[in-house]
């Protein structure tokens, strides 16, 4: 080994083991670990140190949340690696659930024991529409039970109606690539961020999506965003290469290369985070310091089917199987 690898290996160590004491660690020290190369023996001390955070903080648990994708539609937002943007010219019938298929949705999720409920719609999504769907999906789970909104950028009086309407946090992000395979800007997105953070949401925040493309400094300017905001659940996410979506071509990364990414984000977001996703779900990630998965039922930003149940979504049956394949109690 050459001298400036041993001294790298040397710096790991003491950054995980500084980690591990519960210490946070900064933006150099976390692109120093994502510099890590995946087939050394570092990587694995990165992989178990981020594994034994989360076994500790999570007391070994898993959680399973439901994902319910309410339309099916033509989206001006345009985002480059989505079925639904409308220059993409892949969604050729719009489709949208009646509110009892999504009651019935909520209901079936409910019984199968998932932790929270996210309903998910399009950016161009009618946003009066979404809060009766949501004040009605929340007469019917729990009051404890967490209700999340995915849905486009908004203000903070929209943030206040999705309160009054029952919603309990919201998942946003400023994307890998925003204004640029998005046609919205970044600010756009700090913007609702900032809302976000200053009502009584809960933020989920993602590093996503992540292509071969993205460089470590812009995946780092993410993990640190999330923190920025105060997120609450984070997760990271590898980009789908669509097919005949304008990002299809540039592939993806590794099961192995994500595993590294959730694992420095698990460790630089230290105790503030009370669950740690990968999605779409993944075995290697859940030995990296992820306990949370998504089930999904409609629409889905990342499948040509109508029905994501019936293509890449997974079921709760499934999502249990992986989390007891890692060894997450459910
Ligand atoms: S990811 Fe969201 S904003 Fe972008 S095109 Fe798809 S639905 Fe629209």
């Not at 950054?15 to 890590?36: D, M, S, T, V």
């Not at 076994?55 to 339309?71: D, L, P, T």
């Not at 640190?224 to 299809?248: H, K, Q």
């Not at 590294?260 to 460790?267: G, L, P, S």
């Amino acid at each position: 080994m050459d001298s400036n690898k041993v001294k790298d290996s040397q710096r790991v160590s003491e950054i995980l083991n500084k980690a591990i004491l519960g210490e946070k660690i900064n933006r150099e020290e976390a692109k120093l670990l994502l510099n890590i190369d995946i087939h050394s023996k570092d990587m694995y001390r990165l992989l178990s140190c981020s594994n034994e955070l989360s076994r500790k903080q999570f007391n070994n648990r898993g959680e399973i949340y439901a994902q319910i994708g309410i339309n099916n539609s033509l989206c001006s937002k345009n985002c480059d690696f989505c079925v639904f943007g409308e220059k993409h010219k892949l969604i050729l019938d719009s489709l949208e659930l009646d509110r009892d298929d999504i009651l019935k949705r909520g209901k079936d999720f409910l019984k199968a024991d998932v932790e929270e409920i996210f309903l998910m719609v399009t950016a161009d999504y009618d946003f009066e529409n979404f809060l009766d769907i949501g004040s009605r999906l929340r007469e019917v789970i729990p009051k404890k039970m967490k209700l999340v909104a995915n849905l486009g950028d908004f203000d903070m009086s929209r943030a206040r109606e999705l309160e009054k309407a029952g919603f309990t946090g919201a998942y946003h992000i400023c994307r890998l690539g925003e204004g640029q395979s998005t046609e919205i800007s970044k600010e756009e997105r700090l913007d609702t961020l900032s809302a976000i953070k200053n009502s009584k949401l809960d933020l989920y925040y993602c590093v996503e999506p992540i292509g071969p493309e993205h460089t470590i400094d812009e995946i780092v300017d993410e993990i640190f965003r999330g923190l920025e905001y105060d997120v609450s659940v984070m997760a990271v996410m590898r980009r789908i290469p669509v097919p005949n979506t304008p990002l299809e071509n540039r592939g993806q990364i590794s099961e192995l290369e994500l595993s590294k990414i959730c694992a420095v984000t698990r460790i630089a977001c230290g105790d503030s985070i009370r669950a740690m996703g990968v999605h779409e779900p993944s075995l290697l990630s859940l030995m990296s310091g992820a306990n949370q998965i998504y089930a999904e039922k409609g629409c889905n930003p990342r499948d040509t089917r109508e029905n994501t149940s019936e293509g890449r979504g997974f079921s709760v049956d499934r999502a249990k199987r992986f989390l007891w394949e890692c060894g997450w109690k459910y």
